[in-house]
């Protein structure tokens, strides 16, 4: 079945440096790719949707400059907390699909601590 | 905005089965429904989705009524393992998934 590996699983970094976040579709080129952030007892809140080589689309709310996204190729999304900040801490998690009618499938999530 | 609704939990003991109800009567016709669950600080898992056919695989059932404005799924014999957030989700234009509340399934001993 389709696998998305995402990598860091855990990241802790001080306040005011940037962190990468790696999601890569495995054995699938994944057309589309998700980025949710999830804080505790919450449910998944979707920041950004990327389409590779081009820009990413982001929700309302969710600043653009801080959370960089890059969809270069099509089985790797790259998000970067640029400038991460203590209320950056979340749980954020990656999907891919390759389109809609094949399915979703997730990451195992990147726990982003700030301090 | 998420296009379906979910009681936000429930409780099932083990080795009975576990019916979990959505509602998603503002989908279009050719929206598919999907169904995943998370345990706790992992990402989502992929269960099963269906159209209009009522679908079976290795880990569910999932019934979808013949109007399509609900489903059910259905995990036959629950297990202490099975406990878990259950999201019914259905793709937003752009092929966007968007999370409601959810289902927190309690599989009691």
């Known amino acids: 079945g389709a696998v998305v590996s995402q990598h860091p699983s855990r990241v802790i970094c001080k306040s005011g440096t940037s962190v990468k976040i790696e999601c890569r579709s495995l054995d699938f080129q994944a057309t589309t790719m998700f980025w949710y952030r999830q804080f505790p007892k919450q449910s998944l809140m979707l920041m950004a949707t990327?389409?590779?080589?081009?820009?990413?689309?982001?929700e309302q709310g969710v600043e653009k400059d801080k959370f960089l996204i890059n969809h270069a190729s099509l089985t790797l999304s790259t998000l970067t907390v640029a400038s991460a900040h203590p209320e950056d801490s979340s749980f954020y998690i990656c999907?891919?699909?390759?389109?809609?009618?094949?399915?979703?499938?997730f990451g195992s999530g990147t726990r982003l601590t700030v301090v | 905005d998420a296009k379906t609704t979910q009681p936000p939990s429930m409780d099932c003991a083990e080795g009975r089965a576990a019916n979990l109800p959505c509602n998603h009567s503002t989908i279009s016709g050719n929206e598919y429904v999907y169904w995943y669950r998370q345990i706790h600080s992992q990402g989502p898992q992929y269960i099963i989705h269906g159209l209009k056919n009522n679908e079976t695989n290795e880990m569910a059932s999932l019934i979808i009524t013949e109007d399509r404005k609900s489903s059910t799924l259905i995990l036959p014999h629950a297990t202490l393992r099975d406990t878990a957030v259950y999201y019914c989700i259905s793709p937003n234009a752009g092929n966007m998934l968007t999370f409601g509340g959810g289902t927190r399934l309690m599989v009691k001993p």
């Open positions: 999907s891919a699909t390759r389109d809609g009618n094949y399915g979703y499938t």
């Open positions: 990327s389409n590779e080589g081009s820009k990413a689309t982001y």
